[in-house]
């Protein structure tokens, strides 16, 4: 499928990249509960561009595709546009992605130290030549994912501009500065502002936690769409509700059963792509799944201290033998 950010059916749906989180099997699990080919895009957590022209064996593996995830957006950090533009070309060689981001977004220290993530919002002009050198060797759509600014919260709309005139197809804003990070709320009114100042479709990103947010963040940000990252942990049936919301529909509250159905074949994709000892891995999944459930707390430990694929299993099935609260 051949992804056309112009002109494809709006609202755009996708799922944010989210490092450690959005890998192949995740990915999979979102597509497969929602059954549908298309919906959502799923973007990958980023790569290291760095590391892709290496040759490192461990990052070209995280970039591998499989059919059910597709159309997949790889995500990308770097800082050096040649270096960028070679990642690019490899992956696309290697894996064809249905389209590239540029990660310019992020805010942690060990990324941004090096000019990479947020930082490049400080130095447009590097920023525009990254855009340019990865559109010059690439056939698909680029993206970039931005925040509202490195401490100015109206520096989006200026940036959003550059990125334009460097030639990008799509632009994501989370709605916070990256000396914000995760604090405060979101602010979709600015990431509005940038929009209007753009002919090239936005995506509003942040704390649309949940399916009924999904209208309220569309109306506010006048945006093409909506990437969603924390509301989708735990909850790959977000993008289901959503369906259902526009189609007049009031979702279906999930089971505890669907839930354990959904945390199995989770469990599953994660052994096939990690192996049968990366049981611990999985556990960052499991408190998502049960954030918040009553009655959970007399299986979260032994949950969490399960060490083996069968030991886990069966932690899994004595929730569905006793539930944790009445289904
Ligand atoms: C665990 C985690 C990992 C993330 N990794 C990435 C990443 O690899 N690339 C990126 O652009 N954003 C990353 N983000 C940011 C999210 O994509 C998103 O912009 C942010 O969480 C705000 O959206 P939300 O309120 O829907 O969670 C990450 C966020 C989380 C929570």
Same mark, same amino acid.
């Given at each position: ?9 709006r ?7 989210m490092?450690?989180? =959005? ?39 995280m ?66 030549r ?7 060797v ?5 993206s ?9 919260? =109206? ?16 632009? =994501? ?47 506010v ?16 049936w ?11 529909? =009031? ?65 899994l ?5 006793t ?5």
């Open positions: 499928m051949k992804l056309d950010w112009k002109n494809h059916p609202p755009i749906i996708a799922l944010s990249p490092a450690d989180m =959005t890998d192949s099997a995740f990915c999979r699990v979102v597509k497969e509960v929602t059954a549908l080919t298309d919906f959502p895009i799923v973007f990958r957590e980023m790569v290291s561009a760095e590391a892709v022209v290496r040759g490192n064996n461990k990052t070209l593996d970039t591998e595709i499989h059919p059910g995830e597709r159309p997949l957006i790889q995500q990308i950090f770097g800082s050096d546009p040649a270096t960028m533009a070679e990642a690019a070309r490899i992956i696309a060689e290697q894996h064809q992605p249905e389209g590239f981001d540029v990660n310019m977004g992020c805010p942690v220290y060990k990324i941004v130290h090096n000019f990479n993530g947020a930082a490049l919002m400080k130095e447009p002009e590097l920023a525009a990254i855009v340019k050198s990865m559109k010059a690439i056939d698909v759509p680029l970039v994912k931005i925040r509202l600014g490195w401490s100015d919260p =109206t520096e989006c709309i200026t940036f959003a501009k550059v990125l334009e005139d460097a030639g990008v197809d799509l632009i =994501t804003i989370h709605g916070r500065t990256k000396l914000q990070g995760y604090s405060g709320v979101a602010d979709w009114e600015m990431i509005k502002r940038a929009k209007a100042a753009v002919s090239v479709p936005v995506l509003c990103n942040g704390d649309v936690h949940t399916a009924n947010l999904m209208p309220k963040a569309l109306e940000s006048h945006c093409d769409g909506l990437l969603i990252a924390r509301g989708a942990l735990g909850n790959p977000i993008f289901k509700d959503f369906l259902d919301l526009q189609a007049g529909r =009031t979702p279906e509250s999930v089971s505890l059963t669907e839930r354990l159905r959904v945390v199995h074949r989770h469990l599953d994709l994660h052994l096939e792509q990690y192996g049968n000892r990366s049981v611990n891995t999985f556990r960052k999944h499991l408190s998502w799944y049960f954030k918040g459930m009553p009655g959970f707390k007399k299986y979260k430990e032994p949950m969490m201290k399960a060490q083996t694929p069968d030991e886990l299993r069966s932690v099935h004595a929730m569905l033998e539930p944790p609260f009445v289904v």
